[in-house]
């Protein structure tokens, strides 16, 4: 289920084509000497850009958050793949960093890993097609149960448990 579809151009023969929703979210690189894993993210800002005429710019070297504009639902014998476009990597602008997979059970807004990889600021407008999803047909399988699940906003990642514990094992021997 991948709704909702604004035109019919957005479903090809094996994907489906995603659009850019109007929430954005950015780290604050002067707050904070560095992110630590082990730590919550708090060097961050939201924006919220009205769909219609209002614009986000991405600048060289930066990295930012994004949501699909649609809402996605995997059923539990489907596995699918995010795709950013080529008309965006063309001018610097990658979707997704690590992010590709999305497991069977999984629903909510994906969230794309913008990257400006150019040397030109690009302006990204809410509802352009950003994106691809691929979907593939498994056994059925264990359903997503982790802290994205059902996502309806940018949610920030959780300390990393191993880093902490680290971190504070480094603390206990100094």
């Known amino acids: 289920l991948v709704e909702p579809i604004l035109e019919e151009d ?16 950015k780290f604050k690189t002067f707050e904070e000497p560095c992110i630590d894993l082990a730590e919550e993210l708090k060097n961050v800002e939201f924006y919220e850009k009205e769909f219609f005429g ?13 949501l699909t504009f649609e809402f996605i639902s995997i059923p539990n014998n489907i596995i699918a793949r995010l795709d950013g476009r080529s008309s965006l990597g063309r001018r610097g602008v990658v979707v997704h960093a690590t992010a590709g997979h999305i497991d069977p059970g999984w629903r909510g807004h994906l ?4 990257a400006n990889l150019g ?3 690009v302006k990204l407008y809410p509802l352009i ?14 359903p997503y149960t982790s802290q994205y699940f059902a996502q309806t906003k940018i949610l920030l990642p959780k300390p990393d448990k191993l880093a902490k514990k ?7 021997l100094s």
């Open 54 to 66: 209002d614009t986000f710019v991405i600048h060289p070297r930066e990295f930012v958050l994004g």
């Open 10 to 25: 957005q479903i090809g023969s094996t994907h489906i084509d995603l659009r850019l929703d109007t929430r954005f979210m």
């Open 111 to 114: 969230v794309f890993e913008l």
């Open 119 to 121: 040397e030109m600021p």
């Open 166 to 172: 680290l971190k504070q094992y480094g603390n206990e």
């Open 129 to 142: 097609k950003i994106a691809r999803i691929t979907f593939y047909r498994v056994k059925k399988a264990l």
